[in-house]
């Protein structure tokens, strides 16, 4: 099953304004990574939070990250029509002989309208 | 650097063909994934190889998959017989380290069509 949930699971919204994304987790994580996916192409890595850290900012992102609540945030301000994309958490866990590989939530699609 | 390369791009098979697909990682990564991606079930993990050996297989379906790497630029994932449930979009990526830190690198992937 997978281990992130995301919502919404689409969202509309005019270019300018800001896109909030939500990922929630079942298990203990080592860090949390968000992913974007364009139409028809493979996903790229956007930013990364460890479980000890509360926030991160890269450029217009901003991921939060509250492992009380096992939930985590993505932040696009200012959107732009090129944001348009899904975009996915992936989680790990604490199992360090699992080799780090990652479960993806079902992802956010966003829209951004010029 | 040309990124992870899969091919074919698009592949469309009757019920009961066999499907091979490929993937060249990056250069230099030692870790490589196979991924799956369908509406109903999201994007979900196959297989994982590390220095091209197999070390998590679960997430194979079935019997009727099979994914190799004999050697470090080179994977293939085989389905024999290919059921229309297997239509999805298999991507493969690539990592460079050992720790979930390290980024994955994720090909254009390959949509699979079996009628």
């Known amino acids: 099953s997978q281990q992130g949930e995301e919502d919404p699971q689409a969202l509309s919204i005019q270019e300018g304004e800001n896109a909030t994304m939500n990922c929630s987790y079942k298990?203990?994580?080592?860090?949390l990574q968000w992913y974007r996916q364009n139409s028809g192409r493979g996903l790229v890595h956007l930013i990364l939070?460890?479980?000890?850290?509360r926030e991160k900012h890269s450029g217009r992102l901003r991921v939060t990250l509250d492992t009380s609540k096992k939930s985590s945030s993505l932040l696009i301000t200012a959107s732009r029509a090129a944001d348009t994309a899904s975009y996915f958490c992936a989680t790990d866990g604490r199992d360090y002989n699992q080799g780090g590989k990652l479960i993806f939530g079902q992802g956010t699609e966003l829209s951004v309208k010029p | 650097d040309a990124g992870v390369i899969q091919s074919p791009r698009h592949e469309v098979t009757e019920m009961g063909q066999e499907v091979t697909l490929r993937c060249k990682p990056i250069s230099g990564h030692d870790y490589l994934f196979w991924y799956r991606q369908t509406m109903m079930r999201g994007l979900e993990l196959l297989i994982y190889f590390n220095n091209n050996v197999p070390i998590d297989d679960s997430g194979m379906p079935e019997d009727r998959f099979s994914a190799k790497m004999p050697n470090a630029s080179f994977s293939t994932l085989k389905i024999q017989p290919s059921e229309p449930r297997d239509s999805a979009v298999y991507f493969c990526a690539s990592r460079g380290g050992r720790q979930s830190t390290d980024t994955q690198y994720f090909g254009p992937g390959t949509r699979l069509t079996v009628l």
């Open positions: 298990t203990s994580i080592n860090n």
């Open positions: 939070i460890r479980s000890n850290e």
